[in-house]
Structure formats: C-alpha cells, structure tokens
Nanobody
Framework: QVQLVESGGGLVQAGDSLRLSCAAS????????MGWFRQAPGKEREFVAA????????YCAESVKGRFTISRDNAKNTVYLQINSLKPEDTAVYYC???????????????????WGQGTQVTVSS
C-alpha cells in the first residue's frame, strides 16, 4: 500500500512555471507506475502524464505536450510534474496516482490506478 501527498500548487500568472511534487510513503515505491491527472470545475478528471517504475518511459497528454514534464526520484519516493508556460485553462486540482503493474497505454486511464492523493490546486490568472 502507498500513501500519496501532493504539493507545489498555488495561484500563478499565465506564463509562469510550477513544479508539483507527490511524495509517497509506504513500501516499494519504485515498483509503482505513477500518474498525474487533473480535474477542473464541472469537468471530468483527465489524464496529464504517467511514468514507468524506473522513469525510462513516459506518456504525456497531447494537450500539454511540450509544456508538462513528468519525472521521478525513486531514492526520494517522489514524482514530479514540471509545468511551464501556464495557461488559464490549466486551472484545476492536480492529483497524483499510483498503481503496481505494467506501464502501458492503459496507464493513461484513471481507472487503472488504485491509490490517489488528495490533490493540489493550481490556479492560473490571465
């Protein structure tokens, strides 16, 4: 089992950058596929990025490709989401998620994940 705590969100201006962190507690963090999702008010939770257990493979949603980068540090039990050139439409609660399993195209689906953090709010003003 793993517990996840996100941090790094806040109120920023368009064009700014943020780095979100997700700290995991529990055993065997390095065996988990990790994902980032976001949910804006009135919208469904959407996939942002995912990373394999050793960080060698990543997926990124087309809508954020080139601006968002996912990475992990297994020694620190932490996964990161670097967000550059923030836009007002990036405003959402950002969640990290974990699942023990194979890294595949299904890693883009929230249904694949069985551990979730509480989320961190990102608000981008224009």
């Amino acid at each position: 089992q793993v517990q996840l705590v996100e941090s790094g969100g806040g109120l920023v201006q368009a064009g700014d950058s943020l780095r979100l962190s997700c700290a995991a507690s529990g055993r065997a963090f390095s065996t988990y596929v990790m994902g980032w999702f976001r949910q804006a008010p009135g919208k469904e939770r959407e996939f942002v990025a995912a990373i394999s257990w050793n960080g060698s493979s990543t997926y990124c949603a087309e809508s954020v490709k080139g601006r968002f980068t996912i990475s992990r540090d297994n020694a620190k039990n932490t996964v990161y989401l670097q967000i550059n050139s923030l836009k007002p439409e990036d405003t959402a609660v950002y969640y990290c998620a974990a699942v023990k399993g194979l890294f595949a195209t299904s890693s883009r689906s929230p249904d694949e994940y069985n551990y979730w953090g509480q989320g961190t709010q990102v608000t981008v003003s224009s």
